[in-house]
């Protein structure tokens, strides 16, 4: 600030001086040209007498050369007897006694007893009867003593400008521009973030009255927050809002912060005190994102502890809303669970099954190689008529434990309908892989049991598979392709994997 003044400063103060001095150069060329006018009007008045009392010789140049050359001539002048009729010269004397032919003809134009400037010369002549007496001058000896005196003219106010914009400077510094710029840095802070901060400026009475409004409004503000986290505390939930600025490293925070984060008092007056130790707490939760819900966060701890994080960033600060939402989420989870997994076995139902596939469907890049595969219990019916229901649904659980027997985090295992289960294997580089887990499967079914009345009953299944690899179609059809080949396991003697081969 203090530079843009004293520069604006300089400008004001260094065109008046230009804007000064030009006008004295012209006050002083106009005294010298009227000292001039005087200075010579004696001489040609002499001139003038000198011709009337020998009007006889006024004929002959070198005669009146003779009449007139006892008068003195100053340095770098020449006078000058023009005929007015014909222009012709008849007398001169001084250093340059030529008078050019452009400048005879001016003379018939010019005005009697008016200075003219021609090139480097100034002309003044009058008139004497039938002649123009006159005076040429150089300009540079004409305005000799008008440059002396802008020369002093322009040392005196560069010397009394230097001093006024020196006290100047001084005067604003003292009660202007110390009182704005620590008002500006407290509003700087106060935008940063920290409230607290107090101005205190009494360089002049108006800085005064403004430092002490600015105070005022950051009062109220503070106790408007002070307010809100009054009502935050009192809600009857685990929400808790923070803000900081970008200039300052406070951090601040509603009363439960500390619970809704889940850290110890003085662990959260540390983060509090340090926003880039803030930030890394908060940057360290969102890692741990819960897919299928925007912004929830499950917290790194052994117990189930979900936090929602909104964050608004705007060019001074930084604000943000933390909420704890575990209750909301494990209530949608477990509805999700009963939605989504059968009741029997805790697979997924067929709802469910089918969105998974959806899913990865959508991530090729997931999926990669994959097989479907269809399987049905074999004999069900003929086991419930002989052992009841409930050890008939003993079967089917075993059966829903024997296709998910080898599942991973790349496979969904369904229970599609009373005894039809469905299995969709992905994510591997080579169907031989996949192959490999369908052979476990059936070697886990081969030896598969359950006790009946203390009697070890084999429980066998019926499969059908087929490789996307090799049918890359849509999952409902290749649903009905492993059908297909559930159909022929079922004809050649059940208790077998059949893939599908389109024959």
């Not at 020369?151 to 560069?158: K, P, S, V």
């Not at 707490?281 to 925007?294: A, L, N, R």
């Not at 059966?399 to 080898?406: M, W, Y």
């Not at 999952?475 to 009905?480: N, S």
Request: proline share 2%; charged share 30%; with cysteine.
């Amino acid at each position: 600030m203090k530079k843009i003044i004293a520069k604006k400063l300089v400008l004001i103060v260094g065109s008046t001086m230009a804007v000064i001095l030009l006008l004295n150069f012209l006050i002083q060329r106009e005294d010298a040209l009227e000292y001039l006018k005087n200075s010579s009007a004696l001489v040609i008045k002499q001139i003038g007498s000198i011709l009337d009392r020998n009007e006889q010789n006024t004929d002959n140049k070198e005669e009146v050369d003779d009449l007139i050359a006892p008068i003195p001539v100053p340095e770098g002048t020449n006078y000058y007897i023009i005929n007015k009729e014909d222009l012709s010269v008849v007398g001169a004397i001084g250093e340059q006694h030529v008078v050019g032919n452009s400048i005879r003809e001016l003379i018939g134009e010019w005005k009697i007893d008016k200075v003219y400037g021609v090139g480097d010369k100034y002309y003044y002549f009058t008139e004497d009867g039938g002649y123009y007496v006159g005076v040429s001058k150089p300009k540079d000896v004409v305005l000799e003593d008008a440059k002396d005196n802008m020369e002093q003219l322009f040392l005196y106010l560069f010397i009394a400008s230097y001093v006024m914009v020196y006290i100047c400077m001084r005067m604003l510094d003292r009660y202007v521009i110390r009182g704005v710029d620590k008002i500006a840095k407290g509003v700087q802070e106060i935008t940063g973030g920290k409230l607290e901060t107090t101005i205190q400026v009494d360089n002049t009475p108006e800085l005064k009255i403004l430092s002490e409004n600015i105070n005022q409004m950051t009062g109220s503000l503070m106790d408007q927050a002070a307010k809100i986290n009054t009502i935050l505390d009192a809600v009857d939930m685990l929400i808790a809002v923070y803000e900081y600025g970008n200039d300052g490293d406070r951090v601040y925070a509603s009363g439960k912060i500390g619970a809704v984060l889940m850290i110890p008092d003085e662990e959260k007056e540390i983060l509090l005190s340090d926003k880039k130790l803030f930030e890394q707490k908060i940057d360290f939760i969102k890692q741990y994102p819960v897919e299928g819900y925007k912004k929830v966060y499950r917290m790194p701890v052994e117990t189930d502890c979900f936090l929602q994080i909104e964050t608004f960033r705007n060019q001074q600060s930084e604000f943000g809303i933390v909420m704890d939402v575990t209750e909301e989420i494990l209530e949608k989870q477990k509805l999700r669970h009963e939605r989504d997994s059968d009741q029997l076995t805790g697979l997924l139902t067929r709802r469910a099954f089918y969105s998974s596939l959806r899913s990865v469907y959508e991530r090729p890049h997931v999926m990669k190689k994959a097989v479907l595969m269809m399987c049905d219990l074999d004999g069900l019916k003929k086991f419930n008529d002989t052992y009841g229901h409930a050890n008939g649904d003993k079967a089917i659980k075993k059966a829903a434990e024997i296709i998910s027997c080898n599942a991973d985090d790349n496979c969904c295992v369904a229970r599609l309908s009373g005894d039809e289960f469905a299995v969709f294997m992905y994510g591997a580089d080579e169907n031989e892989t996949l192959e490999n887990k369908i052979k476990e499967v059936y070697e886990y079914m081969m030896n598969a049991q359950i006790d009946v009345y203390g009697k070890m009953i084999d429980v066998r299944l019926s499969g059908g598979y087929v490789f996307h690899s090799k049918y890359p179609q849509s999952y409902d059809k290749l649903l009905k392709k492993a059908d297909d080949a559930l159909y022929i396991s079922k004809e050649n003697g059940r208790a077998r994997f059949t893939e599908y081969t389109g024959e």
